[in-house]
């Protein structure tokens, strides 16, 4: 007898909220989880191997495509922990305050 159920495969997802500077805390989050999964799997281990899609809105979407961008060998260009670095090294460039003035 059928139950008419069928097997899926599960997908993995990983959103990353928006909120401006703000992208510091899923940043820090994901770089001490990337870390943890060295520790089990190696130092080549990268977010984005744990993950079938992963998206973002505004600095979400900054920090997701630094999580997959792949570099010559088709691997993540970056690990994790190196987004907070970027972020704080060229804050006034992505996130002008020029509208402060008016």
């Known amino acids: ?16 909220d928006g909120g401006g500077i703000r992208g510091i805390i899923p940043s820090t989050l994901l770089a001490f989880l990337e870390s943890k999964l060295q520790e089990l799997d190696g130092p080549n281990a990268r977010i ?7 998206a973002g809105t505004s600095t979400g979407g900054l920090v997701t ?23 704080l090294d ?5 996130f002008p305050q020029h509208w402060l003035a008016i």
């Open 65 to 87: 495509t630094m999580l997959t961008a792949p570099n010559k060998d088709n691997r993540p260009m970056y690990e994790a922990k190196d987004i907070n670095k970027f972020y």
């Open 90 to 94: 060229n804050t006034p460039k992505i």
């Open 1 to 16: 007898m059928s139950t008419g159920l069928t097997k899926r495969r599960m997908v993995t997802v990983l959103s990353i």
């Open 48 to 54: 984005a191997d744990y993950f079938d899609i992963i």
